[in-house]
């Protein structure tokens, strides 16, 4: 069974970093297409970074481009986002997500496993 564990969320000020980890059991982690996602309270889980297979190509949503970076170590069973330039509006739960076979990056039905989320909270 495939469980995905996020770690690294927290409170941060406006300008701040924070770094998320998601840790992945299973011995295929490396076949995975893997996603990170937020929701907002009140609002629909939406995409956020996602990297391939190998980690050779990253995708961004355009409103953390340029601010945050999605990076995987295959050999750790591991993947990060790094977040810098926090603003009050990337407040919400971050979620980790992996998918088997690729259907898209962006779609929260795209992916297969789920973490249970990670919660950061940025302050103006």
């Known amino acids: 069974q495939v469980q995905l564990v996020e770690s690294g969320g927290g409170l941060v000020q406006a300008g701040g970093s924070l770094r998320l980890s998601c840790a992945v059991s299973?011995?295929?982690?490396?076949?995975?297409?893997m996603g990170w996602f937020r929701q907002a309270p009140g609002k629909e889980r939406e995409f956020v970074a996602a990297?391939?297979?190998?980690?050779?190509?990253?995708y961004y949503a355009d409103s953390v481009k340029g601010r945050f970076t999605i990076a995987r170590d295959n050999s750790e069973n591991t993947m990060y986002l790094q977040m810098n330039s926090l603003k009050p509006e990337d407040t919400a739960v971050y979620y980790c997500?992996?998918?088997?076979?690729?259907?898209?990056?962006?779609?929260?039905?795209?992916?297969?496993?789920w973490g249970q989320g990670t919660q950061v909270t940025v302050s103006s």
């Open positions: 990297i391939s297979r190998s980690g050779g190509t990253t």
């Open positions: 997500a992996g998918m088997i076979n690729y259907r898209g990056y962006e779609s929260v039905s795209s992916y297969d496993y």
């Open positions: 299973g011995r295929t982690y490396s076949t995975y297409t």
